[in-house]
């Protein structure tokens, strides 16, 4: 990908990508080597080693998404809409608890380099108006319990400033 780093480079482009643990050090290198291209990564797989980029790296930006609605892996095999909709329901308080827990401080040492991501899956049931209307109520909730200078950073502000900025 190195080559399309450099189109990126050329003409202002934002790189989004969805790594994986082993690509951590090739994207260190990237994000090294490209210090004028913004990456913007997303996905479970990097969620952990995330703020290792971001705390190195102000050119590098998470995007949180499902992650937002507790265990991926729920969230992904629970089958159809109806069986997600009465499960997320059912867990709401104890799912933003550990939402809160694993992601607040992070998004409040690295402000600017959070933003509210919109990626869902890839099952169509996920896509369902009410399953979205459902997330976005869970992730209003999660977002009112950023402190209050965060918040608006991570839900629009940051991805307006990128996009401005190209």
Request: glycine share 6%; net charge negative; hydrophobic share 40%.
């Amino acid at each position: 990908f190195l080559e399309l780093y450099k189109v990126a480079d050329r003409h202002n482009l934002i790189v989004m990508m969805h790594p994986i643990a082993t690509q951590q050090q090739a994207l260190e290198q990237a994000l090294r080597d490209y210090p004028n291209v913004v990456f913007l990564f997303h996905g479970w797989e990097m969620a952990n080693w995330a703020t290792a980029l971001l705390s190195k790296y102000p050119n590098a930006h998470y995007s949180l998404d499902a992650d937002l609605f507790g265990d991926s892996g729920f969230f992904y095999n629970a089958g159809n809409k109806e069986n997600f909709s009465i499960r997320f329901k059912q867990n709401w308080q104890n799912t933003l608890n550990k939402t809160v827990g694993s992601w607040k401080s992070k998004i409040e040492q690295y402000p600017d380099q959070f933003l509210w991501g919109t990626d869902r899956g890839g099952f169509l049931w996920q896509y369902d108006s009410g399953v979205g209307a459902l997330l976005e109520e869970f992730s209003r909730a999660f977002i009112g319990q950023l402190n209050p200078v965060v918040q608006e950073k991570f839900a629009y502000k940051n991805a307006e400033r990128l996009l401005q900025e190209r």
